[in-house]
């Protein structure tokens, strides 16, 4: 913001800092008025790389565009106001001449000052340039980005030009674009977000009108933007001088404000409330949070001043966790560059200490690009592998979720050893040391990073070039600098000195390990008798496979390389991929749900499909009429969040629970759990679930931590098929000696053998109808494919196929993607002929065809002599009642 002749003009930024922390904006009016001096520059290097990388991304985009087409830049000669003027004037020009892009295009009014990164001039299908209904030329405001996701500030921040472009009265654009890191584009349709911005805008205006002196305080509670911020340290310091409660390591926003509310202010206050100043009403912390926090204040307050942090136990079971030490555990940590590639990023380090004799030895699988980022990862999945032959009894030990997460990024990134690397997870292969470690003890520390709690037990230190993350990639980005000159021997240097740093974070790993079970043992904790609570499981693939995956055994032999493949090869090939396609496709989603539920619940909101409540209640389980299981409902509030835009009724959620009830999806090293549950309601910001007894299984009286995206749709009748009748059933032929591909449709479609016909070949009168029904009856167990473009006649030809062989007495199943589409299909069919005897199961009470029938396969099964005609999705046609027909 800006005072200009006496007017307020506010910009993007206002706009965003009303979205992440208006205090922000309190903090920004008040050095404009002189009560306050500006925010001293931080001195974070962090900060500057990504304002240095935004830099380099924006260039780099905008060279690409100038070489494309007609571009004008038209930044602004400074910051005076002839120069914001001219450079508006010019923007405005450059629009009505249709100039196709227009870089830093400057929006200067009376109230408002923005300069978006690209206007871009949009064309319709055939490439001209698009005009609206009056003749003005349409943009679309673009603005780069070097992260490599859409965030909520940067989408508001693209809105807002889009707004003004509206407000200065010219054509609307279509869409609002952020270019990002790694050449990941968005987009959405600016109508969509014209209104927000403007609403937005607004409110900004309105706050400044009422402020008239300093916030006080003059810090405010953290927010997630902190970290971005060029107040962080006034805020901090603040928060520090006035110890206020967020220095309660793990305290959430929500129970901060509640605590305040109620008169509860400072740490010291908290280390020793009693249990009646609890907040209840109007809204109520609870009880095990509330001792939580006060437990966590009181050690806090205790150890300040000590030498070391000092710690306590809180949760023996925990202790679970910790499997059996083994000759061949390793423990491990990588290091990242989410800079590198353009904004893609690179893990570029794969750092282990393992056991060589008595000695512990320590090595590094290194990448400077993507192509060795895929050799490493693939050498260190197969170092793995090779080593548990040796040690099956081995742990790899790790510190925090980021590990686990990169395996499975790199698997899907590289798509290679997806099976392995899932396997390994399932297996728990992979300790998280954070997990156990923030379950069993109570630190005296702000946080639970391994650099605040190893001062207890590790005897190296960090007096070193790096010594933090940031400052590792900051390094990293150095040395790939060196590299782009010239000067490998620099670039080694630094890798050396990175190197040195992953190796402080591997031995504290590994040292951390040892103190756990010495701490096991002073204090008398035996933790094989509670292994087996906790032993390590994840089932993410509810029918998963745990041999080698029948989709390798069929590649057994089949080169790599298409071009030199028989054509029985590629068969298999195609084969393998279609056997493993489903458990593939889940896998991203099922990944994704496991990132997320492992991570703590500050990080676990940033997701925007995860919801962090801020109030659980859970009713009595009861059971009434012919109901079997007892249920029980537990009802979601999240402040602020309006939960019907990241809940539906169509797709069930998950609720997480911090220690997982049984017969709950666990998650490897971890206590956390979670399951399914039924929406009943959605109210704005709350939401009513119900949750069901599980069969064989005790009930359970806890509340969940958090609202998880739902599971991926179950597709395991299909792939239960595909892997045990064809993959299985090829193997066993091959076996056998047997053919591999009998004379059946699905081998003809797989080997592209033409249509196999009794006579020989199919009919050709020319009348489409009656050519495929005569070269359907004519078919030896093959195949007929129709195809033709949109338009051309195939359901009128289809539906009249179908009633002519339905007459003959054919039995025919209609399947699609859609049930519309099924549905179509059939109803073309019963116009043509009424009288033929057709079932589906319509898709909901509300929508069924006039041939709904409840159960098809039964329904089926009592037509004997006539034909008919059968409609369902791929799952209908898997399921055993209609296979058996
Ligand atoms: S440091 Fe955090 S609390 Fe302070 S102004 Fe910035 S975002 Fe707001």
Not at 795 to 816: D, S
Request: proline share 5%; charged share 25%; with cysteine.
């Amino acid at each position: 913001m800006r005072k200009i002749q006496d007017r307020w003009v506010i910009s993007p930024r206002d706009v965003i800092a009303e979205l992440e922390c208006n205090h922000r904006l309190h903090l920004e009016w008040s050095v404009i008025n002189e009560l306050l001096p500006p925010a001293p520059r931080e001195d974070s290097p962090e900060l500057e790389l990504l304002a240095e990388q935004g830099i380099v991304h924006e260039r780099k985009l905008a060279q690409e565009l100038k070489s494309k087409g007609s571009f004008i830049d038209v930044a602004p000669a400074g910051f005076a106001h002839d120069a914001l003027l001219a450079a508006h004037e010019k923007t405005l020009t450059a629009i009505s001449d249709g100039i196709e892009t227009i870089y830093q295009a400057t929006f200067f009014t009376n109230s408002f000052l923005g300069f978006a990164d690209f206007l871009i001039l949009v064309k319709d299908d055939s490439g001209q340039p698009l005009k609206d209904s009056e003749g003005r030329f349409v943009y679309d405001p673009v603005d780069a980005k070097s992260a490599r996701s859409a965030k909520r500030a940067a989408v508001l921040q693209v809105a807002t030009y889009a707004a003004i472009m509206q407000e200065l009265n010219l054509a609307t654009p279509q869409k609002v674009h952020l270019w990002l890191g790694g050449d990941a584009k968005w987009s959405t349709s600016a109508l969509d977000l014209i209104d927000l911005a403007q609403f937005f805008m607004k409110r900004v205006r309105e706050r400044l009108d009422t402020y008239d002196s300093l916030p006080t305080p003059q810090w405010a509670p953290p927010k997630e933007s902190c970290a971005r911020c060029r107040w962080s340290t006034h805020c901090d310091t603040g928060r520090r001088q006035d110890r206020d409660l967020s220095l309660i390591q793990g305290i959430r926003s929500t129970s901060r404000s509640l605590l305040v509310t109620n008169g509860i202010t400072t740490i010291d206050q908290m280390a020793v409330a009693q249990d009646e100043d609890r907040p209840k009403l109007p809204r109520e912390v609870s009880k095990a949070t509330f001792a939580t926090l006060r437990d966590q204040a009181a050690i806090q307050v205790k150890g300040e001043g000590a030498p070391k942090p000092i710690y306590e136990i809180k949760s023996i079971e925990a202790f679970g966790l910790m499997p059996e030490s083994s000759e061949g555990d390793i423990w491990f940590d990588m290091e990242g560059d989410p800079f590198a590639n353009d904004g893609a990023g690179l893990e570029y380090m794969f750092g282990y200490l393992f056991r060589n004799g008595s000695d512990l030895e320590f090595k590094t699988f290194d990448a400077r690009d993507l192509a060795q980022e895929k050799i490493a990862f693939i050498e260190f999945i197969q170092y793995l592998i090779e080593r548990r032959k040796t040690f099956p009894d081995m742990h790899v030990y790790h510190y925090a979720s980021y590990e686990v997460s990169a395996m499975l990024r790199l698997a899907q990134r590289h798509g290679v050893l997806e099976f392995e690397v899932d396997s390994l997870i399932r297996e728990g292969l992979f300790v998280d040391l954070y997990a156990l470690v923030r379950n069993a003890f109570r630190f005296s520390t702000e946080s639970m990073s391994i650099k605040y709690i190893e001062k207890v037990y590790w005897t190296g230190n960090r007096d070193k070039e790096v010594s933090n993350a940031v400052g590792s990639v900051v390094q990293f980005e150095k040395a790939l600098g060196r590299l782009r000159d010239g000067k490998e021997a620099e670039f080694t240097k630094i890798l050396e000195e990175i190197k040195s740093y992953n190796k402080d974070d591997v031995d504290s790993t590994q040292q951390l390990d040892q103190w756990i079970r010495q701490q096991a043992l002073a204090n008398g904790i035996d933790i094989a008798a509670l292994r087996p609570v906790h032993e390590a499981k994840a089932e993410m693939i509810s029918d998963g496979e745990h041999e080698l995956p029948i989709a390798l055994q069929l590649l057994d032999g089949v080169p790599a390389d298409k071009g030199n493949r028989s054509e029985e090869q590629q068969a298999l090939a195609l084969l393998a991929a279609a056997v493993s396609f489903h458990q593939r496709e889940a896998r991203p989603a099922w990944w994704a749900i496991f990132e997320r539920a492992l991570k703590d619940l500050d990080e676990m909101d940033a997701f925007n499909d995860v919801v962090i409540p801020t109030k659980v209640e859970v009713g009595p389980w009861t059971i009434s009429g012919r109901q079997r299981n007892h249920r029980r409902t537990v009802t979601i509030e999240a402040d602020g969040v309006d939960l019907s835009h990241v809940l539906d009724f169509e797709h069930i959620p998950q609720l997480l629970y911090e220690v997982a009830p049984s017969a709950f999806k666990e998650i490897q090293g971890s206590t956390r759990g979670f399951s399914d549950a039924k929406i009943v309601e959605i109210d704005n910001s709350k939401v009513v679930f119900e949750e069901i007894e599980k069969k064989n299984f005790p009930m359970w009286d806890t509340a969940p931590m958090a609202i998880l995206p739902g599971s991926p749709i179950d597709t395991s009748t299909i792939s239960k098929i595909l892997r045990d009748e064809l993959g299985a059933g090829t193997l066993a032929r091959k076996a056998e000696n047997l053919p591999l591909f009998p004379n059946t449709a699905w081998c003809d479609v797989l080997l592209r053998r033409d249509p196999r016909q009794l006579s020989g070949s199919l009919t050709h009168s020319g009348d489409p109808v009656e050519d495929i029904t005569a070269s359907l009856l004519d078919s030896d167990n093959s195949y007929v494919a129709v195809q033709g473009p949109p338009g051309t006649g195939k359901t009128y030809v289809g539906a009249h196929v179908i009633a002519k062989l339905a007459k003959q007495g054919w039995k025919i199943g209609v399947v699609a993607q859609s049930h519309a589409v099924i549905e179509h299909l059939m109803n073309n069919v019963q116009e043509i002929d009424s009288s033929i005897k057709m079932a589906k199961r319509g898709q909901s009470e509300k929508s069924r065809p006039k041939y709904h029938v409840d159960e098809v396969g039964p329904w089926a099964a009592g037509i004997v002599d006539e034909g008919y005609v059968i409609g369902g999705t791929v799952w209908s046609f898997s399921s055993q009642k209609l296979r058996s027909l």
